[in-house]
């Protein structure tokens, strides 16, 4: 843009002397019909052949064809005109000369003719640019391309070499619940650790490829009151605030659940020692409230593999704002000074019983 603004500022101030030239030319043959000529009083400011501008034309004054008999003492006076250098009578002390003008809308005219040509080139110049700047980013972009996939096969393969020893162990663990009695503290902490990794992998299942979603009605509050019990243990230096009413839930019960999972995973983890956690439920808002060390950018929680610190990897929030998206679940991220809350409203498809 600096650069054909710049010509045209040149290729402008080039019209303005070839017309001035012209002018010189036409004061001499007068054999160009786009200037006219005037009589008129020289200012004794102004020189002769200077190109002036006023509201109507572009002028330059000469000496008069016809001097008065006031002039008295004549010189000569050499101009460049385009046949070259030319010496010109003139009365030093006339005050009647000859004004040779250009119409000012003609020279607008003129001046639009050739912005609007410049337009054009700078169009076609900037298409130009686009193409080849799409052409280098494909071709520059390509290896990166091609790692995403990599990437996205390789976690593809993660998800399925730990679907089948998952499954195993839970089945297992199934069992062994069934033939122990009495709570064992250590099968506790595996069922845990366990569920840790379900979720892992329901998360980058999820992160991988849109799963069909499968609606069905279930209570809100014991889904939360599910993973809070899941939690607890875990972040037993935390204080825990429940306000909950009995809801009953429309939509897809294993997104919520991933969507309940990791806000209040991101609220266990990313709290300061002795926090708190405050979950309420009233009429179609679920609010999940957490005390944290501050947000540096709020705007980017939501963003794919965006961390706050070296912790975790990346993806929880996105893929919360991925299944609000999808169960039509509107989403806030508000801070009250250190406090992060978090707010969904399920007025679409909650329903109070």
């Not at 001097?67 to 010496?87: D, H, Q």
């Amino acid at each position: 843009m600096f650069i054909f603004y710049d010509n045209f500022l040149k290729e402008k101030a080039n019209m303005r002397n070839t017309i001035f030239l012209e002018m010189k030319n036409y004061s001499l043959n007068h054999e160009d019909k786009r200037f006219n000529t005037d009589v008129v009083k020289k200012a004794k400011k102004q020189t002769f052949y200077t190109l002036y501008e006023d509201k109507n034309s572009l002028y330059i004054l000469v000496p008069s064809d016809n001097p008065t008999a006031e002039t008295s003492k004549k010189e000569m006076m050499m101009i460049v005109s385009p046949a070259g250098m030319i010496m010109v009578p003139y009365a030093k002390d006339a005050r009647e000369v000859l004004k040779v003008w250009y119409s000012k809308a003609d020279y607008a005219h003129e001046i639009s003719q050739m912005q609007y040509r410049f337009l054009i080139q700078f169009l076609f110049f900037s298409l130009g640019a686009v193409i080849v700047a799409l052409l280098a980013a494909w071709y520059t972009l390509r290896p990166l391309r091609s790692s995403l996939h990599l990437l996205e096969d390789f976690i593809k393969d993660i998800i399925h070499d730990i679907n089948t020893p998952l499954t195993s162990i839970l089945l297992n663990l199934k069992i062994i619940d069934e033939d122990v009695k009495e709570q064992n503290e250590e099968i506790e902490d595996i069922r845990i650790a366990t569920q840790t990794i379900e979720m892992l992998h329901h998360n980058l299942d999820a992160y991988i490829r849109d799963q069909k979603q499968t609606n069905e009605h279930f209570n809100v509050k014991e889904v939360l009151e599910t993973y809070i019990k899941f939690f607890t243990p875990m972040y037993d230096y935390l204080r825990w605030e429940v306000e909950l009413e009995k809801c009953v839930l429309f939509t897809d019960k294993q997104a919520f659940e991933r969507i309940v999972y990791n806000l209040l995973s991101n609220a266990c983890k990313y709290n300061i020692n002795d926090g708190t956690i405050k979950i309420t439920m009233k009429d179609t808002c679920l609010s999940i409230q957490n005390n944290s060390y501050g947000v540096s950018h709020p705007e980017k929680v939501f963003e794919r593999f965006y961390k706050e610190s070296e912790r975790g990897l990346g993806i929880g929030l996105h893929i919360v704002d991925k299944l609000c998206q999808t169960l039509h679940i509107e989403k806030k991220f508000l801070l009250e000074g250190t406090n992060v809350i978090v707010e969904l409203e399920c007025n679409n498809i909650l329903t109070k019983q």
